[in-house]
């Protein structure tokens, strides 16, 4: 992975091995667009390919997080990004055209962050609204600033939540507080969203990357073989039979219980010291 500034987001990275992802469009509320969502989906594949990658971080520039799709129309200045991928076409023009987009160009985003096996976190800063709240939703772990607001509002307008903010939303609140969610058109707050279940944690603005990095930096000092085998397992367990979820993990453990992380953990033990993961072989 390099650090730019690409369409729509800039990429830096930190020690150790965390990835943080910033989307830098204030003034459009950092708004998304298929360049966008198409760069990031690369950029997932690149972290998920780098070994040096151990947690990826999304946050947002201003007062939001992502306020949705931007759909004013207006052109997107490029900033001097970098774009990663071709432009292409494909749009909304037909109602097969319109399919193809969301399969296609954007329901690969949410896909890409939920199937990358290096752990997330969405540090929500401000406003998250549809395509922005299903990314948040996507990522494995959401700190929010008092300041954040969450919600889907796609029925104002008459639209879906098409990029799967509906699964989502029910793997977190369950089907009746989602029907709610969603038919009432709730935009709800950093406290509100912590009750429901929809964050992990809030904290105030001066504090949220603090705390963000906190989080990353403890979850990159782990074994990572093992956690991206357990990440994996976790969501496959959510829609397995527990017969087929016994069985899915004895073989990821086939391969956690014969690396050197597990040799390391088991030493550390018996000699009362903190364990040294994630060392190079010999």
């Known amino acids: 992975m390099e650090a730019g500034?690409?369409?729509g987001f800039e990429l830096t990275l930190h020690d150790p091995g965390i990835t943080l992802i910033t989307f830098n469009q204030p003034e459009r509320l950092n708004g998304m667009t298929q360049d966008m969502?198409?760069?990031?989906?690369?950029?997932?594949?690149?972290?998920?390919?780098d070994d040096a990658v151990r947690v990826v971080i999304f946050t947002g520039s201003g007062r939001a997080f992502s306020a949705g799709d931007d759909?004013?129309?207006?052109?997107?200045?490029?900033?001097?990004?970098?774009?990663?991928?071709?432009?292409?076409?494909?749009?909304h023009r037909t109602p097969i055209g319109t399919y193809d987009g969301l399969r296609a160009l954007s329901q690969p985003l949410n896909l890409a962050v939920r199937n990358l096996d290096k752990l997330t976190i969405a540090a929500i800063n401000g406003v998250a609204i549809q395509t922005g709240l299903s990314l948040a939703l996507a990522c494995d772990f959401r700190i929010a600033s008092t300041e954040a607001r969450l919600g889907s509002g796609t029925l104002r307008f008459g639209l879906m939540p098409d990029e799967g903010g509906?699964?989502?939303?029910?793997?977190?609140?369950?089907?009746?507080?989602?029907m709610d969610f969603l038919m009432r058109n709730r935009i709800v707050s950093a406290s509100e969203a912590l009750e429901s279940g929809l964050v992990h944690e809030v904290a105030p603005p001066e504090k949220l990357m603090?705390?963000?990095?906190?989080?990353?930096?403890?979850?990159?000092?782990?074994?990572?073989?093992?956690?991206?085998?357990?990440?994996?397992?976790?969501?496959?367990?959510?829609?397995?039979?527990?017969?087929?979820?016994?069985?899915?993990?004895?073989?990821?453990?086939?391969?956690s219980d014969h690396h050197a992380d597990a040799?390391?953990?088991?030493?550390?033990?018996?000699e009362k010291r903190r364990p040294r993961f994630n060392q190079p072989p010999d």
Not at 73 to 90: E, H
């Open 5 to 7: 500034n690409f369409r």
């Open 37 to 49: 969502k198409r760069d990031l989906v690369e950029t997932l594949l690149q972290t998920q390919m």
């Open 263 to 270: 040799r390391e953990g088991l030493a550390a033990f018996r």
């Open 210 to 255: 603090d705390r963000t990095m906190k989080l990353a930096s403890e979850l990159a000092d782990g074994p990572q073989v093992a956690m991206r085998l357990l990440k994996r397992s976790v969501y496959n367990a959510a829609e397995m039979t527990f017969a087929h979820a016994l069985d899915e993990i004895a073989a990821k453990t086939a391969i």
């Open 71 to 91: 759909v004013t129309g207006r052109p997107v200045p490029s900033k001097g990004a970098t774009a990663l991928v071709p432009k292409i076409g494909g749009g």
């Open 166 to 178: 509906q699964y989502l939303l029910v793997q977190l609140l369950g089907v009746a507080k989602t």
